[in-house]
């Protein structure tokens, strides 16, 4: 887990109140181990090791780059005999045993980066055959195996088993898929809450469902079927009306799409639900919520969020490291923003130093998307826009309708 999300576990498990994994805080600035060869980033990877490398990669390939050997054999490196993966293993010629604590969100993390590098079926098909021996019997997955099934987990485990040819409403345990899993988390239409169509991250002690904006935003990717990176969306979608999702992934991941909407609308950020940190910007939850709201069609709707994120995220980037780079990556690859001129920063050239000298890196001009780096771009209902995927470049036509915004919603504070 990088920085935020392992946070955000804690955050959870501490309103939950139920038993949780033992995830630390954040990883400490002065390492407690000595950083391996090709890893990316200099703090401590006790925590995050795997799932910092694992966005690193998958970053640097959706713009074209191709990472070093060093830093994909790493990431091979860490996983453990069965399939799985754990935040780090100091020592890899020991074997895993008992003791290590190997996790969900790692292993489908590495899952999705090598399958979309290519060349490692072997190690992703062990890894998805242990995410399917550590179902739970609703159809998802906590972050530990055996634990409670929760969205966060649940959507990155979708995004492993996409990105890897497998269907996944047809992984099943006791009858329930993934997707019912997901479902389950989604909080109902209610015009009188503010709280209305998202998802939460699990239920508490009486099962009752409390909004979680990180929670919404991984959903909602995984519920349209996709992973960490999302997908350019072929079209627009204009109708964000929250509507029953009992039986419907998608509709799901429109309502929740719609909460990221009003979330976003007050200061084009989302803020942080860690217990003292009120009213302070949550850089990586906004960069996911951009991801997830590309994906569900809503480019227009991204436009606050990218321009808050190009003035204000630099220094973040900078004290979080390669999966903060990885994240805005992403973000501006959904939105149709240049990852080598977000905010007059160069993304792709601060991530690679982060990490061992990558193989080749194309030039500035074939990675970019045509746009001029200003989040107004996207304001243009039509055009081409340039999206970069899986290492190359897919021309993709989309036509930006205008947004149904839905009225009548105050942003969760």
């Known amino acids: 887990m990088n920085v935020r999300r392992s946070a955000a576990v804690l955050a959870a498990t501490a309103v939950i109140g139920a038993a949780g994994p033992a995830v630390a805080a954040d990883p400490s600035p002065s390492p407690s181990v000595a950083i391996p060869t090709g890893l990316y980033g200099r703090t401590d990877p006790t925590y995050d090791g795997v799932w910092r ?69 072997a190690v992703t098909e062990k890894s998805v055959a242990w995410l399917k021996s550590v179902q739970n019997a609703d159809g998802g997955w ?18 492993a088993l996409t990105a890897t040819g497998e ?68 079209a627009a979608e204009t109708d964000l009306t929250c509507k029953d999702a009992s039986a419907d992934p998608g509709q799901a991941a429109r309502n929740g799409a719609a909460y990221l909407v009003e979330a976003l609308a007050k200061d084009g950020h989302l803020t942080s639900a860690l217990p003292g940190a ?23 709707a991204t436009v606050p969020a990218v321009r808050w994120l190009q003035a204000n995220s630099v220094k973040w980037a900078q004290q979080s490291g390669p999966a903060a780079y990885a994240q805005l990556i992403l973000a ?57 995927a899986g290492g190359g470049l897919l021309l993709v036509v989309v036509a930006v309708g205008y947004l149904l915004f839905v009225r009548g919603r105050k942003r969760r504070s």
Not at 142 to 159: E, F, H, K, L, R
Request: glycine fraction near 12%.
């Open 53 to 121: 490398q694992s966005l690193a990669l998958l970053a640097q390939d959706s713009v074209g780059v191709r990472p070093a050997s060093s830093g994909i054999a790493w990431l091979i490196g860490q996983q453990c005999a069965n399939g799985a993966f754990a935040a780090f293993r100091a020592d890899t010629a020991k074997a895993c045993d008992a003791g290590l604590m190997v996790d969900t969100n790692s292993t489908a993390a590495a899952v999705q980066a090598l399958a979309a590098l290519g060349g490692h079926g």
């Open 332 to 388: 501006a690859n959904a939105s149709a923003q240049d990852p080598r001129d977000f905010g007059g920063q160069d993304l792709v050239k601060l991530l690679d130093a982060t990490g061992p000298g990558p193989v080749f890196v194309p030039d500035a001009e074939s990675t970019s998307p045509g746009g001029s780096g200003d989040a107004a771009a996207a304001d243009d209902d039509s055009g081409n826009i340039v999206w970069i």
């Open 167 to 234: 269907k996944p409403q047809d992984i099943r345990k006791g009858g329930k898929s993934p997707y019912d899993a997901l479902l389950k988390f989604a909080l109902p239409c209610d015009s009188d809450s503010d709280q209305s169509g998202a998802f939460a991250y699990q239920p508490d002690k009486k099962g009752d469902l409390t909004a979680n904006a990180d929670a919404t935003a991984a959903a909602v990717v995984a519920a349209l079927g996709k992973g960490l990176a999302g997908t350019a969306p072929k």
């Open 142 to 159: 906590g972050y530990s195996p055996g634990g409670a099934s929760d969205a966060n987990s649940t959507s990155v485990v979708i995004g």
């Open 278 to 300: 009120e009213d302070q910007p949550d850089y990586g939850n906004t960069a996911d919520a951009v991801v997830a709201l590309a994906t569900a069609g809503q480019v227009k």
